[in-house]
């Protein structure tokens, strides 16, 4: 029933800046933990932020913190990631995801295997 749709992706240059956005279209989008992975041509599927369903705890990779930043707004459905200082290391399809609900156990970040709706992506692409 939900979709998950992102946008903001682009062709930017060394040190940019982009945000992006997933607007979720279904019911109850408050109650579920989001997640942004991404995953780039030859590589595995790689966690990049997650924020509780709450809105009072996020994660991040290593290789972003302090550079990227994961928000939402519940009364938009929407789940947005600011991207700051953009390297070319981070030109990747960039996905959005549902992760645990509040009901659940399992604690954040998880794996990818924790998600089970993803939107299909947007594409970042960082020149050097």
């Known amino acids: 029933q939900v979709q998950l749709v992102e946008s903001g992706g682009g062709l930017v240059q060394t040190g940019d800046s982009l945000r992006l956005s997933c607007a979720a279209f279904?019911?109850?989008?408050?109650?579920?933990?989001m997640g942004w992975f991404r995953q780039a041509p030859g590589k595995e599927r790689e966690f990049v932020a997650a924020i509780h369903w709450s809105g009072g705890n996020t994660f991040y990779a290593d290789s972003v913190k302090g550079r990227f930043t994961i928000s939402r707004d519940n009364a938009k459905n929407m789940v947005y990631l600011q991207m700051n200082s953009l390297k070319p290391e981070d030109t990747a399809v960039y996905l959005c995801?549902?992760?645990?609900?509040?009901?659940?156990?399992?604690?954040?970040?998880?794996?990818?295997?924790?998600?089970?709706?993803w939107g299909r992506g947007t594409q970042v692409t960082v020149s050097s």
């Open positions: 279904g019911r109850s989008f408050s109650i579920w933990s």
């Open positions: 995801a549902r992760g645990p609900p509040a009901i659940s156990t399992i604690r954040l970040p998880g794996t990818s295997e924790d998600y089970d709706v």
